[in-house]
């Protein structure tokens, strides 16, 4: 079992930043990857950036790539995600994930922290 723990949402201003955190806990030596995806009202979740453990490969969806960074810190278990030049389109329940390996894959979910870009 992984627990993921967001934090870091908030109110944004267009043309600003804000940093994600997601600290995950448990059993943390299984995670494969891990990832953050994004529900804006009304829409379907979808993939924002994912990264996995050994740094070996990095995804962003073209919305945020050039804007956003995925970054991850494997002695704290936590994966972060930099924001900069903010859209109001950004806005959404940012949510992240961790996928483990095994005898079978699992994927796990965060609570969601909300990011409202806003003048």
């Known amino acids: 079992q992984v627990q993921l723990v967001e934090s870091g949402g908030g109110l944004g201003q267009p043309g600003g930043s804000l940093r994600l955190s997601c600290a995950a806990s448990g059993s943390i030596f299984s995670i494969y990857g891990m990832g953050w995806y994004r529900q804006a009202p009304g829409k379907q979740r979808e993939l924002v950036a994912d990264?996995?453990?050994?740094?070996?490969?990095?995804y962003y969806a073209d919305s945020v790539k050039g804007r956003f960074t995925i970054s991850r810190d494997n002695v704290k278990a936590t994966v972060y995600l930099q924001m900069n030049s903010l859209k109001p389109e950004d806005t959404a329940v940012y949510y992240c994930k961790a996928v483990t390996t095994g005898a079978t894959s699992s994927n796990y979910w965060g609570q969601g922290t909300q990011v409202t870009v806003s003048s």
């Open positions: 990264i996995t453990t050994n740094g070996g490969r990095i």
